[in-house]
């Protein structure tokens, strides 16, 4: 069993940074590969990003390269996802996610167990 849960969105501004965070927890929450997702009104919901579960590899999307990196601290057993240079698309829910194995999934399906998710709106 493995629960996730989201924090760290909220309102921000147009070009801001943000980070969100994921606390994993339960009997099998350690070695867990790792992946952000987002889903803006609408819309079907879509990778942002990933890692494996020492770190050591990580994976974007193309609309957020460049502004974004997820991070992980297997201490606390918690990812991260800092993004910058915000833009209005970026406004969505992101969710957490989780999967046993090494492999860095693009695709929902790939991932076993997700976060209530974490709601990032602009301002204007």
């Known amino acids: 069993q493995v629960q996730l849960e989201e924090s760290g969105g909220g309102l921000v501004q147009a070009g801001g940074s943000l980070r969100l965070s994921c606390a994993a927890s339960g009997r099998s929450s350690s070695n867990l590969a790792m992946g952000w997702f987002r889903q803006a009104p609408g819309k079907e919901r879509e990778f942002v990003a990933a890692?494996?579960?020492?770190?050591?590899?990580?994976s974007y999307a193309d609309p957020v390269k460049g502004r974004c990196t997820i991070s992980r601290d297997n201490v606390k057993n918690t990812v991260y996802l800092s993004m910058n240079s915000l833009k209005p698309e970026d406004t969505a829910v992101y969710y957490c996610?989780?999967?046993?194995?090494?492999?860095?999934?693009?695709?929902?399906?790939?991932?076993?167990?997700w976060g209530q998710g974490t709601q990032v709106t602009f301002s204007s």
């Open positions: 890692i494996n579960w020492n770190g050591g590899y990580t």
């Open positions: 996610a989780a999967a046993h194995g090494p492999s860095l999934s693009r695709r929902s399906d790939g991932y076993n167990y």
